[in-house]
């Protein structure tokens, strides 16, 4: 095991942060750390020389009714989960410490990439997420920021912020880590009861059988609504907020006639949980 140095504030950082040959990544997360996410430090030891990983509940992307309070927060552990992982600081800044002078007046507009599915269904989400991202970016000025690939639209959004806006880093995407029985790693699981745990596996088990009817968007779709309409009459149900087809790059519906990188997504709520799962495919391949 390394040992990985617990910093709270900017000054902190810059001091112990090392910015020497080989490079620096960061992980940015909001905690309660699982094995996906010691995934995104392993690639990022990958990466580069030095790894820091950011610990951080932003309160911008939580709407009025969301769950930002419940949001499980386990520093000790995650410091423990770094530190086996081999990442060289923990940035666990506060509230006051990432915004000052209160919530930002400036925020991004993160553009039509966010107007379709988890971002019609949550607007605050994007926003702060892209506002925070600018902001962690700028503390830490990472050669490579490494992302999952399992909240697929918000990696498509930081990409395209990166390429937009000329940050001088390079963005690294990291495929899903799942339970053996194919649920999507989460620190949002923890809410789950045990048959609600049953209930959230219809999400994962929808995307795999899509995956089954790659020919065309349509039998994909029609794949996957087939055991999300039996996931409906669960109990507890599972409740689909959104089930597309996307464009990779813009997160645009596709056409019933499009061939290419597309992802498939699926949200859903299982009791009081929202639960999100992706998965790159190719359409007529």
Do not use: W
Not at 147 to 168: I, S, Y
């Amino acid at each position: 095991m390394s040992r990985c140095v617990l910093v709270r504030s900017r000054a902190e950082l810059a001091e112990v942060v090392d910015r020497g040959s080989g490079g620096l990544a960061l992980v940015m997360t909001m905690g309660s750390l699982h094995a996906g996410h010691a995934a995104l430090i392993r690639a990022a030891r990958r990466e580069a020389a030095t790894v820091v990983v950011s610990v951080f509940v932003n309160p911008l992307q939580f709407g009025a009714a969301e769950d930002f309070d419940r949001y499980p927060r386990e520093l000790d552990a995650d410091l423990a989960l770094c530190a086996a992982e081999g990442a060289d600081v923990v940035f666990a800044p506060t509230s006051a410490e990432v915004y000052p002078n209160g919530g930002p007046v400036v925020r991004l507009d993160p553009g039509p990439i966010a107007a379709t599915h988890e971002g019609a269904l949550r607007p605050d989400l994007f926003p702060g997420i892209l506002t925070v991202v600018t902001k962690f970016f700028h503390l830490v000025a990472p050669d490579v920021a490494v992302f999952g690939e399992k909240d697929a639209q918000q990696l498509a959004l930081v990409r395209r912020m990166v390429a937009d806006l000329d940050f001088p880093l390079r963005i690294v995407g990291v495929p899903t880590v799942r339970e053996p029985d194919g649920l999507a790693m989460s620190s949002r699981n923890a809410y789950l009861s045990p048959a609600e745990r049953v209930t959230a596996l219809s999400l994962s088990r929808a995307l795999f059988a899509a995956r089954e009817h790659l020919d065309t968007a349509k039998d994909a779709l029609a794949a996957a609504e087939e055991v999300l309409d039996a996931a409906s009459r669960l109990d507890p149900p599972l409740l689909v907020k959104s089930l597309t087809v996307v464009d990779a790059d813009t997160f645009a519906a596709v056409p019933d006639d499009f061939r290419g990188d597309a992802v498939l997504g699926v949200i859903a709520r299982v009791g009081g949980t929202h639960l999100v799962d992706h998965l790159p495919v190719v359409i007529g391949g």
